[in-house]
């Protein structure tokens, strides 16, 4: 029988998008639509015992605002006016933890529809270049008028797929920071359509992690990277701690992994040895729902090398 319980209530996320306003106001605006702010969460069990109109800051991500599930900000006019970005917590992660300097060069891989794109571009405040491909036309669209509500002003798109990306080209001579969050088998999901639960086949499973290898290799090979964030919503080890194991076997010592957010309680599987090095999130575990996101690992030069 099937044996999965039914999924915890996850909250609603609220990311403060702080290149068209601020946290303040966005919290005196709820204030006045009658909700009531809590202060910044000490912990995550605070995020799941908000009731009614109750609102509080996310313990770990700064720009982040968390409701109770049921509060639903699609009509709101701050998430018209692109001033609120309704994405769930584990898909603020990547942008945080990669955290490139204002002013850097970034590739955003695989981009569309652009929320993590949008994000980058905060972090950067705008000043910086964002290069951000995807090979999907229609979603690279949506990704367009997305970033324009947003207010993202640094990302350049190309329809491309990244593989052919040429990481010697000279313009791409500067890219230090690489958020790589390819097609995955969306196994993570927690508001899967009915018939959808089941788990992906094992041939859809190794066609899947072979791209994602291929990817994951590839962004290794732009010369002046110095971090790089790899992120699914699949659950399966095949998708994310295997992939990252095989690439950084194939790339020797250049890279390693090094250990991030060590308050999230929630890490790689312990098949792996760096499982300590990556970050999984789920409903139980972290309460984010919608996209899962299995690992985070980043990438950095070992002493000497890089800039
Ligand atoms: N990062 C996006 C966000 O946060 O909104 C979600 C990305 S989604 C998980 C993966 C994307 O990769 C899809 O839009 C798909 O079209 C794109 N994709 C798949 N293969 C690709 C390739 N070879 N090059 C570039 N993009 C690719």
């Known amino acids: ?45 605070e995020l799941s015992s908000l009731s009614g109109k109750q609102f509080l ?19 709101d006019r701050l998430y018209v006016a692109g001033h609120i970005i309704l994405q769930d917590k584990a898909s603020c992660l990547p942008a945080f933890l990669l955290s490139p300097p204002s002013g850097s060069h970034v590739i955003d891989a695989c981009a569309a529809p652009g929320n993590k794109t949008s994000h980058v571009a905060a972090i950067l405040k705008n000043k910086g270049q964002i290069f951000a491909f995807d090979l999907d036309p229609k979603r690279l669209a949506t990704m367009s008028t997305m970033l324009v509500r947003a207010g993202a002003t ?27 969050d390819p097609s995955c088998s969306g196994s993570g999901m927690v508001n899967r359509l009915p018939g959808e639960e089941t788990a992906p086949s094992s041939e859809r499973l190794r066609a899947l992690a072979a791209f994602q290898r291929k990817a994951l ?20 080890q ?29 890490r790689g599987l312990a098949t792996f040895p760096a499982a300590q090095c990556c970050l999984r999130a789920c409903p139980a575990a972290t309460l984010t729902s919608g996209f899962f996101l299995s690992s985070v690992p980043q990438w950095e030069p070992p002493c000497g090398a890089g800039g």
């Open 57 to 75: 800051l996310d313990p770990h991500l700064p720009d982040l605002l968390v409701f109770p599930s049921q509060t639903d900000f699609h009509k």
């Open 154 to 180: 640094c990302c350049e798109l190309a329809n491309q797929d990244f593989l052919a990306v040429d990481p010697r080209d000279p313009k791409y001579s500067k890219v230090t920071y690489i958020l790589l």
């Open 238 to 266: 095949e998708e994310n701690e295997d992939v990252v194991r095989d690439v950084l076997q194939e790339h020797g010592s250049a890279f390693r992994l090094v250990n991030v957010l060590p308050s999230w309680p929630h």
């Open 1 to 45: 029988g099937n044996q999965a319980s039914p999924a915890p209530q996850v909250p609603r996320y609220v990311r403060v998008n702080t290149l068209k306003t601020c946290l303040d106001d966005v919290v005196d605006y709820f204030k006045r639509q009658g909700y009531s702010y809590q202060g910044r969460a000490a912990r995550l069990e």
């Open 217 to 236: 290799g590839h962004a290794l090979r732009f010369p002046a990277l110095q971090r790089l964030a790899y992120s699914t919503c699949s659950v399966q």
